[in-house]
């Protein structure tokens, strides 16, 4: 390949993870075509953008970016696939999903401004809340005192009838 073309590859490379948030490194070593055919379908569905990139040409366009990723450039090893995506905790959620016999595997992961490196980071990169999901905890959180205090309200609504009544009719 020749020198323009891998500096036009890594170009693209580098921004296409500029467009997404978040993305995995994930090791597609073992996987025959069918396997590999039917997890680009699930990314397709998951709207995830999955590319299987050579190793050296990431790592050039990971070091081409503004953020430093060096704590990724040691899993840039054997066959390695990257899932994009602006859900942080969805490409996990496929990998726990898809993954027989540990393949596809996860070498590593940049989610939430935060690196990942290792298997053993799935289920902390599932555990990870989307932006929608902390917006809806925090309204269910604001909602829960005024639910109360309503529901209080109402339920002694003839108490409280009673005592304003009470209040309003006393000599001053």
Do not use: W
């Amino acid at each position: 390949m020749r020198k323009e073309d891998k500096n036009t590859i890594i170009a693209q490379i580098a921004e296409t993870i500029k467009e997404y948030g978040h993305f995995y490194l994930v090791d597609v070593t073992a996987m025959n075509a069918a396997a590999t055919s039917e997890l680009r379908r699930a990314c397709f569905k998951a709207d995830i953008k999955l590319m299987v990139v050579k190793n050296t040409l990431l790592h050039k366009a990971l070091e081409s970016l503004e953020e430093d990723f060096s704590p990724l450039y040691s899993s840039l090893t054997g066959t390695t696939a990257v899932m994009l995506c602006n859900i942080a905790n969805a490409p996990a959620k496929l990998i726990k999903d898809k993954a027989k016999n540990g393949v596809p595997g996860l070498k590593a992961a940049y989610a939430e401004e935060s690196f990942y490196v290792g298997a053993d980071q799935l289920d902390a990169l599932i555990s990870i809340k989307s932006k929608n999901e902390v917006i809806a905890d925090i309204v269910a959180l604001l909602q829960s005192p005024a639910k109360n205090v309503i529901s209080a309200l109402q339920s002694g609504g003839n108490t409280l009838h009673g005592l304003l009544k009470t209040l309003g009719e006393r000599p001053e």
